[in-house]
């Protein structure tokens, strides 16, 4: 795969997202998350501190809240935005987690400078089957899960998806923050966008990934679920669609939609984009337009492995609220 910038202007005319604080802004989002972390009781998802964080990010530096929104209008071509010079505490960062499942409780910096963001573009959301419902996880590698299409892998390279594409209500937006980067290999979040894949599909490929020829599974990260129902690949406006599958876990019906399966995963390696964080750059990720998946990297497990911390991000939550007990943002 060729490795892609994602700093740099899009292959074809189109906008790209991307945001570098100031000193002084840094240090105003530091201290937002620092008094959102330090507010009773200490707890992400407790709502009570969510409210706090709600209220806390109306208080972002301006040229940060215009860049969320605007994102948020339109993604562009590559349908990420790309924060830069963020605050994670620093120093003061423990030993990367190693375990399986590992997540966000007690709030911290980074998490705090997560849920402000997250906020500032729509609702944080998790899943009450996938990690204890927990609104900030880790994404680290685990000894013994190397190979595994999942978070918590490293030795193999993880496929190309769409976040949750089994769920009818997956999320709309991922965010990903760097704490700590892999400094060997310097693994690559990869992106890729369905705007930049759509010229090159075929435009027989096209109709039938416009109908409901496929089904998903869960991912591993998920300790419940069955495969979904038969879905399109593609839905929404013909010339600007939405994209949901996942190509380590989507399967196709017929030996037609199996091969444009295929066709479709080798464009997407294509126009694929590997965006190299390093400690304190965000990636935003429209779930509806892009996929991401990881470059394959070597852990230590010396406590300096790479660590980044995942958020969703719902936009409107009035249609899940039969699902979220309590009006709260686990999703059950």
């Known amino acids: 795969m060729t490795v892609h910038d994602l700093s740099a202007p899009p292959a074809k005319e189109g906008r790209t997202h991307q945001l570098e604080l100031t000193g002084s802004e840094h240090r105003a989002v530091e201290e937002l ?58 120093d003061t960062l423990p030993d990367t987690p190693s375990v399986k499942d590992s997540v966000e409780r007690t709030a911290t910096v980074a998490a705090a400078t997560s ?46 998806h ?22 060997v290999t310097r693994a690559g979040t990869r992106v890729a966008s369905v705007r930049q894949a759509l010229p090159l599909i075929d435009e027989a490929d096209t109709k039938v990934l416009l109908q409901s020829r496929f089904v998903t599974a869960p991912p591993p990260s998920f300790r419940s679920g069955e495969g979904t129902w038969a879905h399109p690949v593609l839905d929404g406006s013909p010339d600007d669609p939405n994209i949901c599958v996942d190509f380590n876990a989507t399967t196709a019906l017929d030996d037609e939609a199996a ?19 390093a400690p304190g750059e965000m990636v935003l990720v429209d779930n509806r337009v892009v ?38 943002a686990v999703m059950v």
């Open 33 to 90: 998350a620092t008094d959102l972390a330090a507010t009773p009781p200490q707890l992400l998802d407790h709502p009570s501190w969510l409210e706090r964080a709600r209220q806390l990010g109306a208080q972002l530096p301006s040229r940060l809240r215009e860049a969320v929104r605007d994102y948020r209008h339109d993604p562009g071509v590559q349908g990420a935005l790309l924060l830069r010079n963020l605050p994670t505490g620093g």
């Open 115 to 160: 849920a402000l963001i997250g906020l500032a573009l729509g609702e944080l959301v998790a899943y009450r089957e996938e990690k204890s419902g927990a609104l900030v996880q880790n994404v680290v590698p685990v000894r013994g899960l190397e190979s595994s299409q999942s978070n918590a892998g490293s030795a193999a390279e993880l496929e190309l």
């Open 162 to 183: 769409v976040e949750n594409a089994f769920h009818p209500f997956r999320p709309d937006f991922v965010g990903l923050l760097c704490l700590r980067s892999d400094t």
């Open 259 to 277: 091969q444009v399966l295929e066709r479709l995963r080798r464009t997407f390696g294509q126009v694929a984009q590997s965006v190299r964080l």
């Open 291 to 328: 996929l991401h998946g990881r470059d394959h990297f070597a852990p230590r497990y010396d406590g300096r492995d790479r660590w980044l911390q995942r958020i969703f991000v719902h936009l409107d939550n009035r249609r899940t609220r039969g699902h979220r007990t309590g009006n709260g």
